[in-house]
């Protein structure tokens, strides 16, 4: 299984940036797909996820109404939108997979497989 993200840079607070999380080894659209992000000395936390056929999307109220995350089936990819950019969104993105179906999405061990991860940096 690998989760390649990639999309990640430095950016002026208000910018823009679009994540991209390539998989390849699993039945991707039998995969709930999420990402997270780790700023230093914090724990991973949960940013969105979307279900299996992408109709269903949560987002945590941090980044509610700003990022917008996405799937395609075909190409079997997961993308985040991220739009007005703030310092605090500085971290490192990590896309997330897992096949279960279950109530919780936002804790780390909900998930079984993830990427390596791409850094992004907001500046003021």
């Known amino acids: 299984v690998q989760l390649q993200a990639s999309g990640g840079g430095l950016v002026q607070a208000g910018g823009s940036l679009r994540l991209s999380c390539a998989a390849s080894?699993?039945?991707?659209?039998?995969?709930?797909m999420a990402w997270f992000r780790q700023a230093p000395g914090k724990e991973r936390e949960f940013v969105s996820m979307?279900?299996?056929?992408?109709?269903?999307?949560y987002y945590a109220n941090s980044v509610k109404g700003r990022f917008t995350i996405s799937r395609d089936n075909v190409n079997n990819a997961v993308y985040l939108q991220m739009k007005s950019l703030k310092p605090d969104d500085t971290a490192v993105y990590y896309c997330?997979?897992?096949?279960?179906?279950?109530?919780?999405?936002?804790?780390?061990?909900?998930?079984?497989?993830w990427g390596q991860g791409t850094q992004v940096t907001v500046s003021s």
């Open positions: 080894g699993i039945t991707f659209s039998n995969a709930v």
């Open positions: 997330a997979a897992r096949y279960r179906q279950s109530t919780y999405y936002t804790a780390t061990n909900e998930y079984d497989f």
């Open positions: 979307i279900s299996r056929p992408g109709g269903t999307t």
